[in-house]
């Protein structure tokens, strides 16, 4: 029932789009059949299916080290009141820094470089995921914790079946929420300061003014994120939940 909800929504979008397309012109609103074109014939050349791997590829190792080191922060955050008054300013200061702000600071400080690009996206999602985790590191449950010091559980076991277990659904949700980020992110860094990707192939096609092609590069993408988020993050989640 909620796929066919979902896809009625998407044809009632499809429909308003190819109707509002036919009164404007095709030059800044393209009709869905053109952008399909498009994306097809780029799939032919190589191309599409190219910058979005190389995308994917900086997502996904800017995502796995922001997650790393925010559960980690997260969680120094909030089980160390020192911890967390020392870092709470710097933390909330790169939180509020734009992201367009961080990615020119790493491309002036580490040059050009796909180091650069990776730096940027995790320090721009970093801060999300730690704000995340240190909420839930503040909230355990303290009969747990009672249950762990009379059990006299050792650092392994109380990280195992105390700590992690209580903190799989903040670890979630900071995935979600983060993945979204990220991606977004990877598209501005792409386009400041890389020779490749779909951030850089909608700057290209944007200097044309072909809209055609950036409607097709941001879809394709945008469709790859979702479906990433429907078939392993929403599982999770539900996992997870059912799981408490």
Do not use: C
């Not at 009709?31 to 791997?53: D, I, K, Q, W």
């Not at 590191?137 to 009379?150: F, S």
């Not at 992690?164 to 598209?187: D, E, T, Y």
Request: aromatic share 8%; no cysteine.
């Amino acid at each position: 029932m909620a796929l066919l909800a979902r896809l009625l929504s998407l044809g009632v979008l499809l429909a308003l789009w190819q109707g509002v397309s036919v009164y404007a012109d095709t030059r800044t609103l393209p009709t869905p059949s053109a952008v399909l074109a498009f994306v097809l014939r780029e799939a032919e050349t190589g191309s599409l299916l190219f910058n979005v791997g190389v995308t994917l590829a900086r997502v996904g190792v800017s995502f796995v080290i922001a997650m790393s080191l925010g559960v980690l922060l997260g969680i120094a955050l909030g089980r160390s009141r020192l911890a967390d008054r020392l870092l709470d300013t710097p933390l909330l200061v790169v939180l509020n820094t734009p992201a367009l702000v961080i990615t020119v600071l790493a491309y002036v400080w580490l040059g050009l470089t796909e180091t650069a690009a990776i730096v940027a996206v995790a320090l721009n999602k970093l801060p999300n995921v730690a704000v995340i985790m240190r909420e839930g590191a503040r909230g355990l449950d303290p009969g747990l914790e009672e249950m762990a010091t009379t059990y006299r559980f050792d650092r392994r076991t109380w990280i195992a079946h105390v700590l992690l277990p209580q903190l799989q659904p903040f670890m979630v949700a900071a995935a979600r929420s983060g993945i979204s980020l990220a991606w977004k992110i990877v598209l501005v860094v792409e386009l400041l300061g890389r020779p490749n990707g779909v951030g850089f192939a909608i700057n290209y096609y944007f200097t044309l003014f072909d809209v055609t092609a950036v409607i097709g590069y941001s879809l394709v993408f945008m469709s790859v994120m979702l479906a990433i988020d429907a078939l392993l993050l929403q599982p999770l989640d539900a996992h997870v939940r059912r799981w408490r």
